[in-house]
Nanobody, 120 residues
């Protein structure tokens, strides 16, 4: 059974940094695409960044480019999201997700989410 467990959220001042972690377990994630999403109450969940497990190819939404960095540690089965220069509009619940079919396929597995709050 696939499990994704996020950690690293919290309260930070604008301009600060946080690193989110997603510990993945339950199977080999070879061939998967792993993504970080975020959601604000009343709005749709949106993708922030994604990474392919095998090659490490990355994707970023425009708001994340230049400020966020996604990475993975294959040995630890962990995906990270380093967030720098945080803004109040980055406040959201951040979710880790896994797409078994790889790039362009549906995210079938989701973590429980971790709250990120950026104060102005």
């Amino acid at each position: 059974q696939v499990q994704l467990v996020e950690s690293g959220g919290g309260l930070v001042q604008a301009g600060g940094s946080l690193r989110l972690s997603c510990a993945a377990s339950g199977r080999s994630f070879s061939g998967y695409t792993m993504g970080w999403f975020r959601q604000v109450p009343g709005k749709e969940r949106e993708i922030v960044a994604a990474i392919t497990w095998n090659i490490g190819g990355t994707y970023y939404t425009d708001s994340a480019k230049g400020r966020f960095a996604i990475s993975r540690d294959n040995a630890k089965n962990t995906v990270y999201l380093q967030m720098n220069s945080l803004k109040p509009e980055d406040t959201a619940v951040y979710y880790c997700a896994a797409a078994p079919g790889g790039v362009g396929t549906s995210y079938a597995y989701w973590g429980q989410g971790t709250q990120v709050t950026v104060s102005s």
